[in-house]
C-alpha cells in the first residue's frame, strides 16, 4: 500500500527558503493549514472506502462458531488509523499514510491493510495458527481512492503554493 505524498510542487524547497527570510509565520501556518484541507477530502475518501469495504468469507463448515476474541469493528479500527502530515520544513509537503501506530497492538505487527488492498485476507481462525481461513475484499481500496483524489490534491496545493508566492512579492 502506497503513501500519498505531494512533495516538491512548484519549488517547495524555493519557496520555504523564502518564507524563512521573509519571517512570515502567520504565512507559513496559514500554507499548512490549506495544504492540510487540501488533503482532507483524500483522508475522508479512503476512511469512507474502508469504512464500506465489503469482506466476504469461503463460507462456513458445520462446526460451530464462538464469540469473537475481540470486540473492536476491523474497518472502522483501520479508518480511525488514516493520518494527515504536513511539513513546511526540511522535505516540505503533504502526506497521507496509515499510521500503524494507531492500531491495536496485535494489528501493528500485521500486514492487514496491505492484504486488504490486495483483495484477499488470510488469517487464523480466532487467533488458531493450525486453522486458516482466506476473506476477500474489494481489490484496490486504497489504490483507487489515491487516484481519484491526488490530481485534485495537486492542483489544491499548487494553487495554495501560488497564494503563497504572491503574497510574498
Request: glycine letters at 8%.
Amino acid at each position: 500500500m502506497q503513501d500519498v505524498r505531494i512533495t516538491n510542487t512548484g519549488s517547495l524547497l524555493e519557496l520555504q527558503r523564502r518564507l524563512r527570510a521573509a519571517g512570515g509565520d502567520n504565512i507559513r501556518r496559514s500554507m499548512q493549514r490549506r495544504i492540510r484541507r487540501a488533503a482532507e477530502p483524500l483522508r475522508d475518501g479512503l476512511q469512507d472506502s474502508i469504512r464500506g469495504l465489503d469482506i466476504r468469507s469461503q463460507g462456513r463448515t458445520t462446526r460451530p462458531g464462538g464469540p469473537s476474541p475481540t470486540t473492536r469493528p476491523l474497518r472502522a479500527t483501520l479508518a480511525e488509523a488514516i493520518r494527515i502530515s504536513v511539513r513546511t520544513t526540511g522535505n516540505p509537503g503533504a502526506r497521507v499514510w496509515l499510521d500503524k501506530g494507531r492500531l491495536p497492538p496485535d494489528l501493528q505487527k500485521s500486514n492487514v491493510p496491505e492484504q486488504l488492498n490486495t483483495g484477499r485476507l488470510r488469517h487464523p481462525v480466532f487467533g488458531n495458527k493450525r486453522r486458516w481461513v482466506n476473506q476477500y475484499a474489494t481489490p484496490l481500496w486504497w489504490d483507487r481512492v489515491v487516484r481519484q483524489q491526488t490530481p485534485r490534491m495537486q492542483r489544491e496545493v499548487e494553487r495554495v503554493l501560488g497564494d503563497v508566492r504572491s503574497r510574498l512579492s
